[in-house]
Nanobody
Framework: EVQLQAYGGGLVRPGESLRLSCAASGFTFRTYGMSWLRQAPGKGPEWVASINSGGGHAFYADSVKGRFTISRDNAQNILYLQMDNLKPEDTAVYLC?????????WGQGTLVTVSS
């Protein structure tokens, strides 16, 4: 059974940092490209960042570039999102997904709230 579970969300103040993790199981994690997306209250989903299977290439949305860092540990089957200098507009449910060919898996999200 494929499982993707994001965790590490919480309530932080503007300017603070948070690291999200996404634990994967049930598929060959090291062969999949991985992404983080988010959905703010009342809005549609927004792509945040992606990383290739080997971890050597990362891509970011303009809204998070320079503040967020995506990474992965293929030995532990975990995807990370380091979020620095958080802003209120980063408030959202953050989800991870895995893509290989036509196989696309989604995980459950974790809520990040940025508020003073």
């Amino acid at each position: 059974e494929v499982q993707l579970q994001a965790y590490g969300g919480g309530l932080v103040r503007p300017g603070e940092s948070l690291r999200l993790s996404c634990a994967a199981s049930g598929f060959t994690f090291r062969t999949y490209g991985m992404s983080w997306l988010r959905q703010a209250p009342g809005k549609g989903p927004e792509w945040v960042a992606s990383i290739n299977s080997g971890g050597g290439h990362a891509f970011y949305a303009d809204s998070v570039k320079g503040r967020f860092t995506i990474s992965r540990d293929n030995a532990q089957n975990i995807l990370y999102l380091q979020m620095d200098n958080l802003k209120p507009e980063d408030t959202a449910v953050y989800l991870c997904n895995a893509l290989f060919g036509v196989n696309l898996y989604w995980g459950q999200g974790t809520l990040v709230t940025v508020s003073s």
